[in-house]
């Protein structure tokens, strides 16, 4: 599944962001139509997310951040309107997991928040975040920071936890607009690639650890 037909299948007006986009003519932007197109090939998934002969990590893994970050913004929106402040008061992964929000601004300390202000802010970091030249540098020029990997995997973290959520809590709604199956693609891709480059800690992964094992042998 090409992310051309991921956007074509989900309905753009209920992006839950902006898209983010390449500038043409760029490494990253060449990285991620080669990405694109092993997909499109139908190459397994497991074979699409290794990183490529010659080419550098640090910008695989820039690549595959804005495309998941793509990927799991088109998702929220299709259950946005059913996440409400009733339906879904914190941000949990069923009764045994809740995530509370901090950062260096508003939240400095971690903060019960309804699922849908704690994914906006969410989107927005992580927004921030692949959008910082410091951070994120698409001069081949300029040298990735020492803090790359580590707000990296946050970044991959972050965005695996609203995967949580919609599969927990808003699945019978993803399987009555049929976009199961293209849901299930995008979080075997996600999965897989986190767990190429060792990303996410798995203890951040226990929500989910059972129906991954069946979707992902």
């Not at 309905?11 to 760029?26: I, W």
């Not at 893994?61 to 946005?80: C, E, K, P, Q, S």
Request: hydrophobic share 35%.
């Amino acid at each position: 599944m090409s992310f051309g037909g991921f956007k074509e299948f989900f309905n753009r007006e209920k992006t839950f962001k902006p898209q983010k986009k390449y500038k043409e003519g760029t490494l990253r932007h060449q990285l991620h139509k080669n990405a694109m197109a092993s997909l499109s090939a139908g190459i397994d998934l497991k074979t699409a997310v290794q990183l490529p002969q010659g080419e550098d990590l640090n910008d695989w893994l820039a690549v595959h951040a804005v495309d998941f970050y793509n990927r799991v913004n088109l998702i929220y929106g299709t259950v946005a309107e059913e996440c409400t402040e009733v339906s879904c008061p914190k941000m949990s992964g069923g009764s045994k997991y809740e995530y509370q929000w901090a950062d260096k601004g508003q939240y400095k300390k971690p903060t019960s928040l309804p699922a849908r202000e704690y994914i906006h802010l969410l989107m927005d970091w992580v927004e921030t975040q692949i959008s910082d030249e410091e951070l994120f540098p698409t001069d081949s020029s300029r040298p990735f920071p020492k803090t790359y990997l580590a707000s990296v995997k946050k970044i991959f973290t972050r965005l695996f936890r609203v995967f949580v959520h919609v599969y927990i809590h808003h699945f019978e709604h993803l399987v009555s607009v049929g976009a199961e199956a293209h849901v299930n693609t995008c979080y075997k891709h996600f999965f897989y690639f986190v767990n190429e480059f060792a990303l996410v800690d798995k203890k951040e992964l226990e929500p989910l650890k059972d129906m991954t094992m069946r979707m992902c042998r």
